[in-house]
Protein backbone atom coordinates (compact mmCIF):
# COMPACT_ATOMS: atom_id res chain seq x y z
CA UNK A 1 0.00 0.00 0.00
CA UNK A 2 2.81 2.50 0.86
CA UNK A 3 5.32 1.32 -1.64
CA UNK A 4 1.87 1.89 -4.46
CA UNK A 5 1.26 6.03 -2.92
CA UNK A 6 5.34 6.45 -3.01
CA UNK A 7 5.17 5.80 -6.88
CA UNK A 8 2.12 7.71 -7.40
CA UNK A 9 2.65 11.25 -5.87
CA UNK A 10 -1.19 12.65 -6.89
CA UNK A 11 -2.67 9.80 -4.70
CA UNK A 12 -0.11 10.01 -2.15
CA UNK A 13 -1.33 14.04 -1.99
CA UNK A 14 -4.42 13.08 -1.66
CA UNK A 15 -4.10 10.58 1.01
CA UNK A 16 -1.90 13.02 2.62
CA UNK A 17 -4.63 15.60 2.55
CA UNK A 18 -7.59 13.25 3.89
CA UNK A 19 -5.39 12.35 7.20
CA UNK A 20 -5.27 15.85 7.92
CA UNK A 21 -8.27 17.03 7.36
CA UNK A 22 -9.56 13.89 9.13
CA UNK A 23 -7.24 14.91 11.84
CA UNK A 24 -8.70 18.83 11.45
CA UNK A 25 -12.21 18.00 12.07
CA UNK A 26 -11.39 15.33 15.17
CA UNK A 27 -9.16 18.08 16.98
CA UNK A 28 -10.19 21.23 15.60
CA UNK A 29 -13.48 21.61 15.10
CA UNK A 30 -14.70 20.45 18.74
CA UNK A 31 -12.06 22.65 20.60
CA UNK A 32 -13.25 25.80 18.17
CA UNK A 33 -16.59 24.96 19.28
CA UNK A 34 -16.06 24.97 23.12
CA UNK A 35 -14.06 28.10 22.96
CA UNK A 36 -17.04 29.84 20.81
CA UNK A 37 -19.07 29.08 24.02
CA UNK A 38 -19.37 31.94 26.52
CA UNK A 39 -17.03 31.91 29.17
CA UNK A 40 -18.55 30.91 33.15
CA UNK A 41 -19.68 34.34 34.25
CA UNK A 42 -20.35 36.19 31.20
CA UNK A 43 -23.60 38.44 30.85
CA UNK A 44 -25.00 39.45 27.80
CA UNK A 45 -24.71 43.92 27.49
CA UNK A 46 -26.72 45.71 29.74
CA UNK A 47 -29.11 48.42 27.70
CA UNK A 48 -27.43 51.36 28.42
CA UNK A 49 -23.56 49.27 28.09
CA UNK A 50 -25.27 48.84 24.31
CA UNK A 51 -26.20 52.49 23.97
CA UNK A 52 -23.03 53.00 25.21
CA UNK A 53 -21.45 50.52 22.72
CA UNK A 54 -22.94 52.33 19.67
CA UNK A 55 -21.50 55.17 20.72
CA UNK A 56 -18.03 53.78 20.70
CA UNK A 57 -18.77 52.02 17.03
CA UNK A 58 -20.21 55.77 15.87
CA UNK A 59 -17.07 57.44 16.85
CA UNK A 60 -15.15 54.37 15.07
CA UNK A 61 -12.74 54.09 18.29
CA UNK A 62 -12.01 50.70 17.09
CA UNK A 63 -9.96 52.25 14.40
CA UNK A 64 -7.32 53.23 17.23
CA UNK A 65 -8.15 51.11 20.02
CA UNK A 66 -8.06 47.20 19.49
CA UNK A 67 -10.20 44.75 22.23
CA UNK A 68 -7.96 41.85 21.70
CA UNK A 69 -4.84 40.82 24.19
CA UNK A 70 -2.70 38.70 22.96
CA UNK A 71 -1.22 35.55 24.60
CA UNK A 72 2.46 37.15 24.47
CA UNK A 73 3.78 38.35 28.01
CA UNK A 74 4.71 41.89 26.88
CA UNK A 75 0.75 42.18 26.36
CA UNK A 76 -0.06 40.43 29.40
CA UNK A 77 2.15 42.23 31.42
CA UNK A 78 0.92 45.11 30.22
CA UNK A 79 -3.28 44.68 29.70
CA UNK A 80 -4.09 41.86 31.92
CA UNK A 81 -4.99 38.39 30.90
CA UNK A 82 -5.16 37.32 27.11
CA UNK A 83 -8.13 37.68 25.19
CA UNK A 84 -10.46 34.24 24.80
CA UNK A 85 -13.07 33.97 21.78
CA UNK A 86 -15.85 32.97 24.48
CA UNK A 87 -15.76 36.42 26.09
CA UNK A 88 -17.06 38.11 22.79
CA UNK A 89 -20.11 35.32 22.74
CA UNK A 90 -22.74 38.42 22.62
CA UNK A 91 -20.66 41.24 20.40
CA UNK A 92 -22.33 42.01 17.48
CA UNK A 93 -20.30 42.72 15.53
CA UNK A 94 -16.77 42.27 17.11
CA UNK A 95 -14.83 44.77 18.00
CA UNK A 96 -11.40 43.57 17.86
CA UNK A 97 -9.62 46.24 15.45
CA UNK A 98 -6.76 45.72 14.11
CA UNK A 99 -4.51 48.41 14.64
CA UNK A 100 -3.24 50.06 17.77
CA UNK A 101 -2.89 54.00 18.08
CA UNK A 102 -4.05 53.88 21.38
CA UNK A 103 -3.99 51.59 23.76
CA UNK A 104 -5.59 48.19 23.98
CA UNK A 105 -9.11 48.17 25.77
CA UNK A 106 -9.97 45.07 26.49
CA UNK A 107 -10.10 45.47 30.02
CA UNK A 108 -9.82 48.51 30.38
CA UNK A 109 -12.74 48.48 33.14
CA UNK A 110 -10.75 46.79 35.73
CA UNK A 111 -8.52 49.45 36.16
CA UNK A 112 -9.80 52.54 35.08
CA UNK A 113 -12.40 54.81 36.67
CA UNK A 114 -15.90 56.75 35.64
CA UNK A 115 -13.93 60.21 36.95
CA UNK A 116 -11.02 59.35 35.10
CA UNK A 117 -12.78 58.39 31.85
CA UNK A 118 -14.87 61.70 31.89
CA UNK A 119 -11.48 63.68 32.29
CA UNK A 120 -9.76 62.02 29.71
CA UNK A 121 -13.09 62.49 27.38
CA UNK A 122 -13.35 66.07 27.91
CA UNK A 123 -9.79 66.92 27.52
CA UNK A 124 -7.26 63.91 26.86
CA UNK A 125 -4.40 65.59 27.72
CA UNK A 126 -5.49 66.32 30.75
CA UNK A 127 -4.95 63.17 32.40
CA UNK A 128 -2.33 61.13 29.61
CA UNK A 129 0.31 64.82 29.00
CA UNK A 130 1.14 64.37 25.53
CA UNK A 131 -1.94 62.12 24.35
CA UNK A 132 -2.78 62.77 20.64
CA UNK A 133 -6.29 61.41 21.05
CA UNK A 134 -8.48 64.14 20.18
CA UNK A 135 -11.60 65.58 22.33
CA UNK A 136 -15.22 63.98 22.57
CA UNK A 137 -16.96 67.18 24.34
CA UNK A 138 -19.72 66.49 21.86
CA UNK A 139 -20.72 63.41 23.62
CA UNK A 140 -21.90 65.94 26.97
CA UNK A 141 -24.37 67.47 25.09
CA UNK A 142 -25.76 64.54 22.90
CA UNK A 143 -28.06 62.00 24.11
CA UNK A 144 -27.43 58.50 24.47
CA UNK A 145 -30.01 56.20 21.86
CA UNK A 146 -31.94 54.52 24.71
CA UNK A 147 -34.88 53.38 22.97
CA UNK A 148 -32.69 51.86 19.33
CA UNK A 149 -30.26 49.98 22.27
CA UNK A 150 -32.97 48.08 23.81
CA UNK A 151 -34.65 47.31 20.87
CA UNK A 152 -30.79 46.11 19.83
CA UNK A 153 -31.42 43.53 22.70
CA UNK A 154 -34.61 42.54 22.01
CA UNK A 155 -33.66 41.61 18.24
CA UNK A 156 -30.80 39.69 20.01
CA UNK A 157 -32.93 37.42 22.53
CA UNK A 158 -35.49 36.57 19.97
CA UNK A 159 -33.06 36.14 17.04
CA UNK A 160 -29.80 34.60 18.74
CA UNK A 161 -31.64 33.38 21.54
CA UNK A 162 -29.44 35.87 23.68
CA UNK A 163 -29.73 35.15 27.53
CA UNK A 164 -31.41 37.95 28.59
CA UNK A 165 -34.17 37.67 31.32
CA UNK A 166 -32.43 34.43 32.19
CA UNK A 167 -31.82 33.44 36.19
CA UNK A 168 -28.45 34.34 36.60
CA UNK A 169 -28.17 36.31 33.67
CA UNK A 170 -28.99 40.62 32.73
CA UNK A 171 -32.48 41.22 33.18
CA UNK A 172 -34.34 43.09 29.83
CA UNK A 173 -37.95 42.50 30.75
CA UNK A 174 -40.69 45.21 29.01
CA UNK A 175 -39.65 49.12 27.95
CA UNK A 176 -40.64 50.11 31.00
CA UNK A 177 -38.49 47.87 32.94
CA UNK A 178 -35.55 48.69 31.12
CA UNK A 179 -35.97 52.43 31.30
CA UNK A 180 -35.73 51.84 34.98
CA UNK A 181 -32.63 49.64 34.85
CA UNK A 182 -31.18 52.60 32.79
CA UNK A 183 -31.54 55.22 35.07
CA UNK A 184 -30.56 53.32 38.11
CA UNK A 185 -27.25 52.00 36.44
CA UNK A 186 -26.55 55.26 35.04
CA UNK A 187 -27.00 56.89 38.38
CA UNK A 188 -24.02 55.19 39.48
CA UNK A 189 -22.43 56.59 37.02
CA UNK A 190 -22.98 60.07 36.76
CA UNK A 191 -23.08 60.13 41.06
CA UNK A 192 -19.55 59.48 40.20
CA UNK A 193 -19.02 61.96 37.48
CA UNK A 194 -18.14 65.89 38.51
CA UNK A 195 -19.79 67.45 35.14
CA UNK A 196 -22.33 69.61 36.79
CA UNK A 197 -24.45 70.02 33.00
CA UNK A 198 -24.38 66.04 33.61
CA UNK A 199 -25.64 65.87 36.41
CA UNK A 200 -28.52 68.35 35.49
CA UNK A 201 -29.44 66.89 32.44
CA UNK A 202 -29.56 63.14 34.65
CA UNK A 203 -32.08 65.35 36.95
CA UNK A 204 -34.25 66.18 34.15
CA UNK A 205 -34.38 62.21 32.53
CA UNK A 206 -31.92 62.59 30.13
CA UNK A 207 -29.00 60.06 29.79
CA UNK A 208 -25.55 62.00 27.68
CA UNK A 209 -23.73 59.76 25.43
CA UNK A 210 -20.80 59.66 28.04
CA UNK A 211 -22.74 58.05 30.80
CA UNK A 212 -23.74 55.79 28.45
CA UNK A 213 -19.96 55.10 26.60
CA UNK A 214 -18.53 54.61 30.34
CA UNK A 215 -21.13 52.27 31.18
CA UNK A 216 -20.13 50.36 28.14
CA UNK A 217 -15.85 50.98 28.70
CA UNK A 218 -16.51 49.82 32.45
CA UNK A 219 -18.06 46.06 31.38
CA UNK A 220 -14.90 45.93 29.42
CA UNK A 221 -12.80 43.04 32.05
Known amino acids: MFSWLEK ?4 FAVAVFIVIAY ?6 LPSFADNARPIEGKKPYSVLQLAGRQVYINESCNACHSQLIRPFKSETDRYGEYSKSGEFAYDRPFLWGSKRT ?11 TADWHENHMFDPTSVVPGSIMPAYKHMFNKNADIETAYAEAVTVKKVFNVPYDVE ?5 GTWQEASEEVQA ?19 R ?9 IAYLNSLK
Do not use: H
Open 168 to 172: GQTKL
Open 205 to 213: GEIREIVAL
Open 8 to 11: NPFF
Open 185 to 203: EAKIIVDQMKNQEIKDAFA
Open 23 to 28: AGVVEV
Open 102 to 112: GPDLARVGNYR
